[in-house]
C-alpha cells in the first residue's frame, strides 16, 4: 500500500514537472507575424540570402519565423503539389519534395499561395527562374537549416539550437498518408493534375 502511494505520488510530482515546464515555454506562433515572415522571405532574394536576412533577429523572432516555416512547409505537403515537382525535376523522392517545398516557400507568399489553390500555377514559377539548373534549382535543402545556422554562428555552439528549442512551443507535425490522384507510371494522370506544367515541362525536365 505504501509503495502505490510512492507511485502515486511519484506519477503526480512527474505530471506537475511536465506542466511547469510547458507552461513555461514561449508560444513560438506569437512571436512573428505571418505578414513580418513573408516580409523576409520577400527580402531574401527567393532565399539566396536569407541567413543575412536572419541575422538581425532575436531569438524570439528566430523561433517564430522557425514557426511560418514548419507550418509551411506541412501545408505544402500535398499531392498536386508532389505532381508539380515530379514532372519538372523528372522524378521526385520523399527527401527530394522536401526540398522543392523549401525551394517554394522561398518563392514568396504570392507563389506558395497560389501553388496551394492550384499547384499547376507553378509553371509560371519555373519559367520565371533565372538560374533553374543552378542557384535557383527547384531544391534548396540547406533553406531548412538557416534558423540553426543563424543562432550557431552566433552563439559559436553547433547545438544550442536544440537546447533553446526547449523554451519554445512549436507544432510537431505528422504528415498524413497522402491519396495520390496520379501515377509515376501513367504520364496521362500527371497531366490530368498539372496540364501546364506537363505540357512544358515534361520533356524538359530540369
Given at each position: 500500500e505504501l509503495f502505490d502511494e510512492f507511485l502515486t505520488l511519484l506519477n503526480?510530482?512527474?505530471?506537475?514537472?511536465?506542466?511547469?515546464?510547458?507552461?513555461?515555454?514561449k508560444d513560438a506562433s506569437k512571436l512573428m507575424t505571418?505578414?513580418?515572415?513573408?516580409?523576409?522571405?520577400?527580402?531574401?532574394?527567393?532565399?539566396?540570402?536569407?541567413?543575412?536576412?536572419?541575422?538581425?533577429?532575436?531569438?524570439?523572432?528566430?523561433?517564430?519565423?522557425?514557426y511560418w516555416w514548419d507550418y509551411f512547409v506541412h501545408k505544402t505537403y500535398k499531392q498536386d503539389i508532389w505532381a508539380a515537382a515530379y514532372i519538372v525535376l523528372g522524378g521526385c523522392s520523399d527527401d527530394s519534395f522536401?526540398?522543392?517545398?523549401?525551394?517554394?516557400?522561398?518563392?514568396g507568399h504570392e507563389a506558395v499561395y497560389n501553388a496551394l489553390a492550384n499547384a499547376d500555377s507553378l509553371c509560371d514559377v519555373f519559367d520565371g527562374l533565372e538560374d533553374p539548373e543552378g542557384?535557383?534549382?527547384?531544391?534548396?535543402?540547406?533553406?531548412?537549416?538557416?534558423?540553426?545556422?543563424?543562432?550557431?554562428?552566433?552563439?559559436?555552439?553547433?547545438?544550442?539550437?536544440?537546447?533553446?528549442?526547449?523554451?519554445?512551443?512549436?507544432?510537431?507535425?505528422?504528415?498524413?498518408?497522402?491519396?495520390?490522384e496520379w501515377d509515376e507510371d501513367d504520364e496521362e494522370s500527371l497531366r490530368d493534375v498539372c496540364p501546364r506544367i506537363f505540357d512544358r515541362w515534361w520533356d524538359n525536365q530540369l
Open positions: 503526480e510530482l512527474n505530471i506537475n514537472n511536465y506542466n511547469i515546464k510547458h507552461s513555461m515555454e505571418e505578414r513580418t515572415f513573408w516580409s523576409i522571405i520577400e527580402n531574401s532574394d527567393r532565399g539566396h540570402n536569407l541567413e543575412e536576412c536572419l541575422s538581425p533577429l532575436s531569438e524570439d523572432e528566430l523561433f517564430g519565423f522557425r522536401d526540398y522543392f517545398r523549401y525551394w517554394l516557400i522561398a518563392q542557384e535557383d534549382y527547384p531544391e534548396q535543402e540547406d533553406l531548412d537549416y538557416a534558423v540553426q545556422n543563424v543562432i550557431a554562428r552566433r552563439t559559436g555552439d553547433i547545438d544550442y539550437y536544440y537546447e533553446a528549442l526547449e523554451n519554445y512551443s512549436l507544432p510537431t507535425y505528422e504528415e498524413e498518408e497522402i491519396e495520390f
